[in-house]
């Protein structure tokens, strides 16, 4: 019988049930030996034959010659790095590749297909596991991997559920290392896999995320819909109630939905920070609205209800909803190539978009620069894309008008009355008020109208559902906040005494110049009589930035964020721009409209559109030192900045304002786990009454008060501090440390620590927090000496936010422990000065076998048979020393006679009369393994020289030195393909073994002379 939680295994909770849907779902099971047998080698991840087969099925016109061109195009794309190679492969394999054949009407270019992305029971579906795939130096074997037509499309990685939360991380670092994304990883992966590869995906059974290729960790994400599948359906293919794999899997991978993620969902845009191209893969939300809505524009019964609104809260990607909509429109051949016209009613959110859809190489955008131009762009043949404001619609001449004259608003021209014209609207709501949209509907009477916004429609707006249809689909801030679309937003009012809300003006204005006569304050009177003008007080405003600076600089500066002041008024602006300079605070500027009647103090902050867009690019650089932005009403929306995580507000924003404003500071980046509001003002006394016109279901979760923040924290500190109950002295270190030996311990305390972390950094420097801070200081130490002690490189000081870091530095510092909490190396000179602050031999003996470990793990390559030999002879002496045959001080013992034989190969080498690498050579021809210090008598480490082999081990080195002196030769595989042949050549000469042993001892030398001679 087998015993409870034996088949608690990664296998049987997460891979098996992986492959049965995949195969309920329509994908043939084919087992990974029949699949390598069809392979022109393991390096080559496609399945050249089935390619080839289903290529000549959707073209049967292709010769045999442009059949294999085809194959070769995605098989053996030359490119410097993966996410080319992953963009070149993509655009044959989606967009089509073209060929030159003769049809019978001359030699000409034709495309060739690779799917039918029209039927997917036209392609040849397969899903293996364990499909082994060699790359540098390594062979990978993902757990499964689905291919459509030969070509790889998903690979997935199968967890244990039992490893708790670190599941996730061990699958996405697989996936770093098969792509070998990061330069540890060098040569330990197969990245030509990934070179075709859409969607990975993560998986514990119970839990799943997805990216796509060079996708970092902190965008893995769920997938939460089956869409169009229905939940009975799926519950009915896994016969109970789907887990979150079920939902993932069939989502991502049902046939259908995977060719058309493939086809129409993907874009390759360049970062911001960094212009490197990254591959972007769409969220769940923004697949489901685009179908939605492309399935109303193709079944609604009247051309008016073909529309409908978008509202997706912001940050959650609009624009990229908006192009993939765009795109499919474009594609479908119900809608007979249509006209498509994107629509906004801010310059800013225009440019914003303009430059999102270039960027992505949207087919033939143009941008209507002027009145005249969208008239000719709409009234010209169909098929364009149209990118404009929604105040050319009011600004048009009416037929038969003069120029330069605007129509009366019952005048405005019909431009278009096609019904395959589709128009998309970005924050709709605000397109309504002043007839815009009614002239929208004139200027285009049956096109479709489709209305994004990234704000709930309010109860008093009706226009908008009329003019656009109702909600095609909605994505809400908790749900985004709940997905890590976004990052909660939190608020804290402070200075009351200064808030235009929840003060009287009279009191406020006494508190103000209290320090005034009576004489002088009735003359001030009449000047500050509203609340504009009090808000603008120079005492106050004062008051405010001294407040703010000294807030920045204790909470937000630390992390490297940025921060936005907004003003009520132009006027207000510049009061706090001059106030921040005035008390030297960073660097700051100012953005605000301009007029020509503006007075002097105003025209002195009046900017270009070049110096604002030159100011804004600083701004969202996280190095440059412009650290703070002063607004009134410009960059509240259409404003995408990442870095920002503050909003300082002195302003009476409510309602749709409000929303959009503080939306700013929600946007994800690294080390950001919330955006934070700071109300001067006081709006968020009166919260409720802002935001009345939404539905409190439709804004929930908009700000929540920090105070909310302080439960959650005093839970995740209860729940960091439990892993040590048992340990009686908490003070000592080592015992703390001990508890966490095991992985699966270290990493559930380490993403403890890190709630706690985050919960505490957040609410510091405030009072509320203080009493933690002890216990942070004393969990940080115990985390940085674990991760020193086990040499673990997963947990990292860097993890923890810019305060809480701090504190555990000043900490480690003031106990003077540093050399206990640094990792420190078997040959380092401080190993002796950590050995002695270690009080017993137990603790030294834990210290020094760690120390073995990652010696013999780092430097296992350079010599693979001798430290493969060290490896056992530790893992020897551990078990002696548990079956209590030697004792700890005998273990130490032994760790350092290890220590001083793991400097052989050096001694070895010399007494051989052979280089450091002729003896790791030799290790692999002689077959023999290094004596262990207990047996070798005298001389070399390798017992009794074979003086052939130590000849055959020279001469290998000596013909291999001019290969490895060519530059970047690791990269060259002619020159590697030499080598390979050289050691051939000289083995058969000496007589070394039949052909596979000559193969693998050559291939295994070359990898050796990459790790010692490729660096």
């Known amino acids: 019988m087998t015993p409870p939680g034996n088949a608690w295994n990664e296998l049987s909770l997460s891979e098996d049930p992986a492959v049965a849907l995949l195969q309920k779902l329509g994908f043939r099971y084919v087992a990974p030996e029949i699949l390598e047998a069809e392979r022109e080698s393991v390096k080559q991840p496609l399945l050249p034959s089935r390619l080839a087969r289903a290529l000549k099925k959707l073209n049967p016109w292709v010769s045999d010659d442009n059949l294999h061109k085809a194959v070769r195009s995605v098989g053996a794309v030359q490119s410097a790095t993966l996410i080319e190679a992953s963009e070149e492969v993509y655009k044959t394999i989606v967009h089509t590749r073209s060929f030159e054949q003769?049809?019978?009407?001359?030699?000409?270019?034709?495309?060739?297909?690779?799917?039918?992305?029209?039927d997917p029971s036209n392609n040849e579906l397969l899903v293996t596991r364990q499909f082994a795939v060699k790359g540098a130096k390594k062979t990978i074997r993902p757990d499964i991997v689905v291919f459509v037509n030969g070509i790889p499309l998903a690979v997935i990685e199968c967890k244990n559920p039992t490893l708790g939360e670190a599941w996730k991380l061990e699958a996405i670092d697989q996936f770093s290392r098969y792509q070998e994304l990061d330069d540890k990883y060098r040569e330990l992966g197969a990245p030509r896999l990934f070179e075709t590869a859409q969607v990975l995906i993560a998986t514990c059974g119970q839990a799943a995320v997805y990216g796509t290729v060079t996708t970092p960790h902190r965008f893995f994400a769920e997938w939460k819909t089956t869409w169009p599948m229905p939940p009975e359906k799926l519950r009915a293919l896994v016969g109970g109630e789907p887990t979150a794999q079920d939902v993932t899997l069939a989502g991502l991978l049902a046939p259908k939905?995977?060719?058309?993620?493939?086809?129409?969902?993907?874009?390759?845009?360049?970062?911001?920070?960094?212009?490197?191209?990254?591959?972007?893969?769409?969220?769940?939300q923004q697949f489901t609205a685009v179908n939605k809505a492309i399935e109303?524009?193709?079944?609604?019964?009247?051309?008016?209800?073909?529309?409908?609104v978008v509202w997706h809260t912001q940050g959650s990607g609009k624009s990229l909803t908006m192009l993939w909509l765009a795109l499919k429109l474009r594609r479908d051949p119900l809608h007979e190539n249509p006209t498509l016209v994107l629509v906004t009613d801010r310059k800013d959110l225009d440019a914003q978009i303009t430059g999102t859809f270039q960027a992505c190489k949207f087919p033939n955008p143009e941008r209507a620069e002027s009145v005249r131009h969208l008239r000719e762009l709409l009234s010209g043949p169909p098929g364009k894309t149209v990118l404009t404001t929604v105040q050319k619609f009011q600004e048009l001449a009416a037929a038969g008008g003069k120029p330069g004259k605007r129509a009366a608003r019952d005048e405005h021209p019909v431009l278009s009355d096609a019904h395959n014209l589709f128009v998309l609207t970005d924050e709709a709501h605000r397109t309504q008020y002043g007839g815009l949209a009614a002239n929208m509907r004139k200027a285009l009477p049956n096109a479709a109208f489709f209305g994004f916004t990234g704000t709930p429609i309010d109860k008093k707006d009706r226009s908008t559902l009329s003019t656009f249809g109702p909600y095609i689909d909605t994505y809400t801030i908790e749900q985004a906040v709940a997905d890590g679309a976004t990052v909660p937003i939190f608020y804290e009012g402070r200075l009351p005494a200064l808030r235009i809300i929840g003060n009287t003006l009279d009191a406020l204005f006494d508190r103000v110049f209290a320090d005034r006569s009576d004489e002088e304050r009735e003359a001030i009177k009449k000047r500050y009589a509203n609340e504009q003008t009090l808000a603008g007080a120079?005492?106050?405003?004062?008051?405010?930035?001294?407040?703010?600076?000294?807030?920045?600089?204790?909470?937000?500066?630390?992390?490297?964020f940025k921060a936005q002041v907004v003003a009520c008024t132009r006027e207000n602006a510049v009061l706090y721009k001059e106030a921040l300079d005035r008390l030297h605070g960073p660097q700051s500027a100012i953005i605000i409209s301009g007029s020509n009647k503006d007075a002097a103090h105003l025209v002195k902050h009046h900017t270009s559109e070049d110096q604002r867009k030159a100011l804004i690019d600083r701004f969202l650089a996280k190095d440059d030192p412009l650290k703070i932005l002063v607004v009134c009403d410009m960059l509240l929306t259409g404003f995408d900045a990442p870095v920002e995580q503050v909003m300082y507000l002195d302003s009476p924003l409510k309602e749709h304002t409000l929303l959009q404003a503080i939306a700013r500071v929600n946007r994800t980046a690294d080390g950001k786990s919330y955006g934070l509001i700071v109300?001067?003002?006081?709006?968020?006394?009166?919260?409720?009454?802002?935001?009345?016109?939404?539905?409190?279901?439709?804004?929930?979760?908009?700000?929540?008060?920090?105070?909310?923040?302080?439960?959650?924290?005093q839970a995740r500190h209860a729940a960091a501090v439990r892993f040590f109950v048992r340990v009686k002295d908490k003070d000592d270190l080592r015992a703390c440390v001990a508890v966490l030996e095991p992985e699966d311990v270290r990493t559930e305390f380490d993403a403890a620590f890190k709630r706690f972390s985050q919960s505490l950094d957040m609410l510091l420097p405030d009072p509320s927090a203080l009493p933690y801070v002890a216990d942070a200081r004393w969990l940080g130490k115990i985390r940085q000496s674990a991760a020193s002690t086990f040499h673990d490189t997963k947990i990292d000081i860097s993890d923890c936010g810019a305060k809480v870091r701090k504190l555990i530095e000043e900490a480690v510092a003031a106990d003077g422990i540093e050399i206990l909490v640094k990792a420190v190396s078997l040959f380092a000179p401080e190993l002796e000065e950590k050995l002695k602050k270690l009080k017993t031999p137990e603790a030294r003996a834990s210290e020094m076998e760690h120390?073995?470990?990652h010696e013999i793990h780092v430097r296992l390559d350079d010599d693979p048979v001798f430290f493969t030999s060290l490896r056992e002879r530790l893992e020897q002496i551990i078990e002696d020393r548990k079956a209590k045959r030697i004792d700890a001080a005998r273990q130490l013992e032994l760790f350092n006679e290890l220590k001083k034989q793991a400097r052989g190969p050096a001694e070895a080498a010399e007494a051989l009369g052979l280089s450091e690498t002729g003896l790791a050579i030799y290790g692999l021809i002689s077959e023999r393994k290094p004596l262990t210090a207990a047996e070798k008598p005298t001389g070399n480490a390798y017992g009794k020289v074979d003086a052939s082999k130590k000849e055959l081990a020279s001469l290998l080195e000596e013909q291999l030195e001019s290969q490895v002196s060519l530059v970047d030769w690791v990269h060259k595989d002619d020159v590697q393909r030499e080598m390979r042949r050289r050691i051939k050549r000289q083995l058969r000469a000496a007589g070394f073994g039949d052909e596979d042993k000559i193969d693998t001892t050559a291939g295994n030398i070359v990898d050796l002379m990459k790790h010692r001679k490729g660096r």
């Open 538 to 560: 120079p005492k106050r405003v004062e008051t405010i930035c001294l407040d703010l600076l000294d807030h920045f600089a204790k909470a937000i500066q630390p992390g490297g």
């Open 102 to 118: 003769d049809l019978g009407d001359g030699r000409k270019s034709h495309d060739v297909r690779f799917f039918d992305f029209d």
């Open 679 to 713: 109300d001067y003002w006081g709006v968020s006394e009166a919260l409720t009454e802002a935001l009345a016109i939404f539905a409190p279901s439709e804004v929930r979760g908009a700000m929540t008060p920090k105070t909310d923040e302080l439960p959650r924290l």
């Open 257 to 284: 939905n995977l060719l058309d993620l493939v086809r129409s969902f993907v874009v390759f845009e360049p970062d911001r920070d960094t212009g490197r191209v990254v591959r972007k893969l769409c969220r769940y």
């Open 296 to 308: 109303r524009a193709r079944t609604a019964k009247k051309p008016a209800d073909r529309g409908g």
């Open 851 to 853: 120390a073995l470990r």
